[in-house]
């Protein structure tokens, strides 16, 4: 007997409608815990979702596509090939026939279907552990735009993927970029962003002045970043939205960058350059105070706030090499956290707060890696020529980061990794692309 | 002049992918002065070109230092004589770095290997309000291979001239 479907908006389910399914599962088979890493990825089945509507078929179509590339792309997931499907789903609530997904090895498994009205597009879904003959939390239902399809299904992938590993999602989320063009010599670049997974670019900037390093806004709706519009690197502050920009800091005789959001959205701290000497400073975008945190003839750089807003890592080059500190919000006496081989820079806080990425080059090689808030446990995830400037992804268990190649042709591209070290992925994009900066989950 | 004949044809393809960009105070303003020509050419000692050419308009700095070499202030004690004698012109100082290295840090390497080169100008008699300082970090190579010999030239300082003096 089926269970009884819920239709809930997002926001229910966000609000923990699933949890107490998936708290009941916590001990079944239907698991996947990141942490340990995952040999042998967990297999399911997701028949191409039911057309409720025939002009529903193609929408249906795709967004069974975007769910499965998501799910696999983790490399948590492999998805079984339609051909070795025995059961055939013509109907959203017909009912499950386990043996026939037993038999070819489904664990999970997604059925759903797609509905058009007009211009609006409805999902619906559910997910099953087919061992355990039972439904892995309930049906859940999203609606939005046909030009939002792709939303729509990251939205059922994030459920399902939160759903089996007890993690947020971070499908529906996008990343702010710098997409280059040009020899390497005379590189031109601007702002672009993207869907997490390389589609839907579009440009938020032209790339007459050099742009660096952009940065999210806790909510989403802002990009800071670095520009060399007035011939000087200086931080400025997009509005998404208007695509308007203004200068943040504009003092003669200084240069401005690496700027970061703080997690109150009101702050920004970054770094200035004055007279050669690098200290960070924050600066308040309401009332466009500014207070000097750092206060050091070395190189301060690269800050990043805790998530709780209380403490920031940054990098600082004052016992001779680039090692990582953690200092209070408000400034003060700095504590280093790297006692490791060679040089540690661009740390990054988690949004979980648990861990700090940074970039790591010893022995002529670059590494992403991660380490706890205090340094212990250092974990390096990559090696190259040149890998560097790691951002989280909302739920604190991937990194996307720049990895450039050698070479007089050299270029550099985005690619993703797990905290576990596991599927280094590059983002399919055109062209070349660097400095990511992963936003929050969309709204 | 081996030294500088190929620096200066990369210069002026940069000049030329760059002239419509604002980055004003770029090594490719110097691809204005680089043609051959009377006046205004390297030939005339009061030229930018001249600067540029015969003084040489960059040290090089070695790997993640910002201390002015022997040879670097060689160039520098060249650079200020000129400034001191054509006070039509300012000059911005370019900081440049390798690329390896991450970018933020980068860039304030650069601010170090400028404002190194603005403090020798300094204490040599010029008005800090001729000078003014940038870093573009490891964002402007002039050389491109992943080898030591174009990260020695990519390490470097550059003083560009620009007319119009401050003071």
């Given amino acids: 007997m089926m269970r009884r479907l819920f239709f809930l908006c997002l926001a229910l389910a966000i609000a923990g409608a699933t949890t107490p399914a998936f708290q009941a599962r916590a001990q079944g088979p239907l698991r996947i815990v990141i942490d340990e890493g995952v040999i042998e990825p967990l297999p399911f089945a997701l028949p191409e979702f039911v057309a409720e509507t025939p002009a529903a078929a193609q929408y249906a179509r795709q967004i069974s596509q975007v769910i499965a590339a998501d799910l696999a792309g983790t490399g948590l997931f492999r998805e079984i090939p339609q051909e070795a499907f025995i059961a055939r789903v013509t109907s959203f609530s017909s009912p499950v026939q386990y043996a026939d997904w037993k038999a070819i090895n489904a664990q999970a498994l997604i059925t759903g279907a797609v509905a058009l009205s007009g211009d609006r597009l409805t999902v619906k879904f559910r997910l099953f552990d087919v061992f355990s003959e039972a439904p892995l939390g309930d049906g859940l239902q999203f609606g939005g735009s046909t030009a939002a399809w792709r939303r729509l299904a990251h939205k059922v992938a994030d459920q399902v993927y939160g759903r089996i590993t007890g993690e947020g999602g971070y499908f529906d989320s996008r990343v702010v970029f710098v997409a280059e063009t040009g020899p390497k010599n005379a590189r031109a670049k601007r702002l672009a962003i993207m869907d997490y997974d390389g589609a839907n670019v579009q440009y938020l900037t032209d790339s ?9 806004s806790p909510t989403g709706d802002r990009v800071i970043y670095t520009s060399y519009e007035t011939g000087f690197p200086r931080i400025f502050l997009l509005d998404m939205a208007r695509l308007t920009r203004r200068a943040l800091d504009d003092q003669p005789g ?3 960058f690496s700027p970061r959001f703080a997690p109150n959205g009101q702050t920004v701290v970054f770094s200035l350059s004055q007279g050669g000497n690098t200290d960070l400073y924050t600066l308040d975008l309401a009332s466009g105070r500014r207070e000097r945190l750092s206060s050091s003839p ?11 807003g209380r403490q920031i890592v940054f990098e600082s080059d004052r016992s001779g090499t680039q090692q990582l500190y953690v200092m209070p919000a408000s400034g003060g006496a700095p504590k280093r956290i790297s006692y490791g081989q060679g040089r ?5 806080w988690s949004p979980r707060g648990d861990l700090i990425a940074f970039t790591k080059q010893n022995n002529g090689r670059f590494h992403i890696g991660v380490m706890r808030t205090d340094g212990s446990e250092e974990r390096l995830l990559t090696a190259s020529f040149l890998d560097e400037g790691p951002t989280w992804a909302p739920n604190g268990r991937v990194i996307m980061f720049t990895r450039e190649t050698a070479g007089a042709g050299g270029a550099p591209a985005l690619f993703s990794v797990d905290i576990t070290g596991r599927n280094l992925r590059r983002v399919p994009l055109q062209g070349a692309a660097s400095d990511p900066a992963w936003s929050p989950l969309l709204p | 002049m081996t030294l500088f004949a190929k620096p200066l044809l990369l210069v002026a393809a940069i000049g030329l992918a760059a002239c419509s960009g ?9 691809a204005d002065f680089g043609a051959a020509g009377a006046p205004g050419s390297a030939a005339d000692p009061r030229s930018p070109a001249y600067f540029q050419q015969a003084i040489g308009d960059r040290v090089l700095f070695a790997v993640d230092q910002s201390t002015l070499s022997d040879a670097a202030r060689a160039t520098l ?4 004589r000129w400034l001191i004698s054509n006070t039509d012109y300012s000059a911005v100082i370019e900081g440049h770095a390798d690329e390896q290295g991450t970018r933020e840090y ?12 603005q403090e020798f100008l300094v204490e040599r008699g010029i008005s800090p309000a001729r000078l003014r300082t940038v870093s573009y970090g490891k964002e402007r190579p002039l050389e491109i291979c992943s080898e030591e010999s174009c990260y020695a030239q990519n390490r470097r300082a550059v003083t560009v001239i620009a007319a119009g003096g401050t003071s």
């Avoid at chain 2, 004690?77 to 200020?80: K, L, P, R, T, V």
Wanted: proline share 9%.
């Fill in chain 1, 344 to 348: 540690y820079g661009t740390p990054v």
């Fill in chain 2, 22 to 30: 604002p980055d004003r105070f770029g090594a490719e303003s110097g």
């Fill in chain 1, 208 to 216: 007459a002045s050099l742009v660096l390093a952009p940065r999210v």
């Fill in chain 1, 254 to 256: 200084t240069m401005s």
């Fill in chain 2, 106 to 117: 980068n860039l304030a390497l650069g601010a170090r290997r400028a404002s190194a080169v």
């Fill in chain 2, 77 to 80: 004690e060249g650079q200020a």
């Fill in chain 1, 298 to 308: 070395s190189i301060e750089t690269a800050p990043s706030y805790s998530p709780d």
